[in-house]
């Protein structure tokens, strides 16, 4: 039957004292009309959150037609999965933190297309070292012989470029801001000793020394 929607509800859980939240899950989806095909009203995959034990929801995750399917040929009959048709999938429950107990829910509206199947659904949650949030920025692991991370916290949002300096106080390298809160250099091909790393604003200078083992 078209616009039938079916639920398949989780148990109720709740995240505290964590930085960040995420449901994963591996999704796999076919249809049986042609995938090129314009003007069909194709199946809708939905991820739903409650936090009223169920009375409403609210959608996180959206998806249909070429942003849900895994295999882009029409398939007439009953699809299973092949290894390769199955892709990951995230949604940020980061706002949902610290609210108290929620109820999360897949929802699938059918159009009479073909099979949906989901697999490896977790909640899992990150959080950051105390020492990134106090200080805004960490080189990690140090000391080093390798490649070191450079990590900011929060996101860097006026950082204009990070230099790497040898003891002498010489440039030896230097990478421009991408908008990432993560950067590497890598201090292998260096001799041992130390060095400094500079990560410079509009408008302040930061700088951290490293040990080259």
């Known amino acids: 039957m078209n616009d039938e929607q079916d639920y398949l509800r989780l148990p109720i859980a709740s995240i505290s004292n964590v930085d960040s939240a995420f449901l994963s899950f591996q999704v796999a989806a076919a249809v049986k ?4 095909t314009r003007g069909y009203i194709r199946d809708t995959l939905q991820v739903l959150i409650s936090t009223d034990c169920g009375a409403t929801y609210t959608s996180l995750y959206k998806k ?4 849900l399917i895994t295999r882009r040929s029409a398939s007439i009959t009953s699809f299973v999965p092949a ?3 199955w892709r990951k999938h995230s ?3 980061s706002p949902y933190i610290n609210t108290g107990p929620f109820l999360l829910a897949f929802m699938n509206t059918t159009e009479n297309e073909n099979n949906i199947y989901l697999d490896d659904i977790s909640i899992y949650s990150k959080s950051i070292n105390p020492n990134l949030i106090s200080k805004g920025f960490m080189v990690t692991p140090n000391p080093a012989a390798g490649v070191v991370t450079i990590q900011f916290y929060p996101s860097p949002l006026t950082l204009k470029a990070i230099l ?7 440039k030896i ?3 421009a801001a991408n908008g990432t809160s993560r ?7 260096f001799a041992s000793g130390v060095y400094f790393i500079q990560a ?3 408008d302040k200078k930061l700088m951290q020394k490293v040990i080259k083992r």
Request: hydrophobic share 30%; glycine share 2%.
């Open 33 to 36: 009309t042609n995938p090129s």
């Open 91 to 93: 949604v940020d429950l």
């Open 173 to 175: 390298a230097e990478q």
């Open 200 to 202: 410079v604003f509009s």
């Open 164 to 170: 790497l300096y040898n003891s002498a106080g010489q």
């Open 83 to 85: 290894p390769s048709e």
């Open 183 to 189: 950067y590497t250099f890598n201090l292998s091909h």
């Open 64 to 67: 249909w037609d070429s942003s």
